[in-house]
């Protein structure tokens, strides 16, 4: 059974930056894709971004494009999503999650093998 723990939400003030790690706690034979989601209250969770097995490849939703960096270590057990220049929009509880992106429109995972407890970022204007 893999386990997915996040770290690094907090409060912050609307400018601001979070760092939210993911680690993974063991390897498997599977090239997941490695993916942060958010929840905010009344709201369903969302794909915000991710990143491919090789790190090669990196997906975003439209709304933190140019403002948020996820990123994946070599060896594979932790993920990182860098968020700059925060919103009060972007108060949520982040997930991070182990799938398989769809090849079409809506950008997400089809299949969500793992998912993490979740860590919640508050950005206060």
């Known amino acids: 059974q893999v386990q997915l723990v996040e770290s690094g939400g907090g409060l912050v003030q609307a400018g601001g930056s979070l760092r939210l790690s993911c680690v993974v706690s063991?390897?498997?034979?599977?090239?997941?894709?490695m993916g942060w989601f958010r929840q905010a209250p009344g709201k369903e969770r969302e794909f915000v971004a991710a990143?491919?097995?090789?790190?090669?490849?990196?997906w975003y939703t439209d709304s933190v494009k140019g403002r948020f960096t996820i990123s994946r270590d070599n060896a594979k057990t932790t993920v990182a999503l860098q968020m700059n220049s925060l919103k009060p929009e972007d108060t949520a509880v982040y997930y991070c999650?182990?799938?398989?992106?769809?090849?079409?429109?809506?950008?997400?995972?089809?299949?969500?093998?793992?998912w993490g407890q979740g860590t919640q970022v508050t950005v206060s204007s």
């Open positions: 999650a182990a799938g398989w992106m769809r090849s079409a429109q809506p950008m997400g995972f089809r299949r969500t093998d793992y």
């Open positions: 063991r390897r498997t034979s599977s090239t997941y894709t």
């Open positions: 990143v491919s097995w090789s790190g090669g490849s990196t």
